[in-house]
């Protein structure tokens, strides 16, 4: 099993439309958790952390559930400049990533 | 917010031929800086964490004689791809934190990506 896991994607969708990525990870000690964004050829850029308590930045929100371990993140009313690769990212002691969810947002 | 300045972007060379990439931190005192891997459509894969002024640490699986580590001041790792094959084509990227602030957060370099003919 791989220690951190992501729906395979693509995710194709209209613009204005809701979705939601989903990540597992292998380690219960995992101490901290974030979601990055990549564009093509690009260095990943932090989008948010997730805390338990959930949060949320405009129209951008993570959730984590620590008893199943699992984190998502869902993006409300898509702009054709969310298309990137969300990449999933766990701290257990060395950070390590998810392969990435590509979502492709179209007119 | 910190900026980490990686050089070059990019790189075509010969089979065989050795590559350096230079990552430094510019408004920060890195003792850490981290190497990453990318092949297209994957995760980025730790390669190594490099350590200012001692070994690098390499990740299982990482030949620490073809990837080259040297981390002699507190702004600047070097990594050398030596003798260069086409499989060692990749998207690598480097990262460090900044102690100031959260030191959870990585900011990373631009990537290289390194085409080997």
């Known amino acids: 099993r791989k220690e951190v896991e992501q729906d395979p994607g693509p995710f194709n969708v209209p613009e204005g439309a809701t979705v939601a990525f989903n990540c597992t990870y292998s380690?219960?000690?995992?101490?901290?958790f974030f979601w990055y964004r990549q564009d093509c050829r690009k260095e990943p850029k932090l989008l948010m952390s997730?805390?338990?308590s959930g949060n949320e930045d405009g129209r951008f929100t993570a959730q984590l559930n620590r008893a199943s371990q699992y984190i998502s993140l869902l993006i409300r009313d898509s702009k054709l400049s969310d298309s990137a690769t969300y990449l999933c990212v766990v701290n257990m002691g060395k950070l390590i990533f998810g392969q990435g969810t590509e979502l492709s947002v179209k007119p | 917010g910190a900026v980490v300045s990686q050089h070059p972007s990019w790189v075509i060379c010969k089979s065989g031929t050795s590559v350096k990439i230079e990552c430094r931190s510019l408004d920060f005192q890195a003792t850490t800086m981290f190497w990453y891997r990318q092949f297209p459509k994957q995760s980025l894969m730790l390669m190594a964490t490099s350590n200012e002024g001692s070994k690098a640490t390499y990740e299982q699986g990482v030949e620490k004689d073809k990837f080259l580590i040297n981390h002699a001041s507190l702004t600047l790792s070097t990594l050398t791809v030596t003798s260069a094959h086409p499989e060692d084509s990749s998207f690598y990227i480097c990262s460090a934190r900044d102690p100031r602030g959260n030191n959870e957060k990585l900011f990373f370099g631009s990537g290289t990506q390194l085409s080997v003919l």
């Open positions: 997730v805390y338990s």
């Open positions: 380690n219960s000690a995992s101490q901290s």
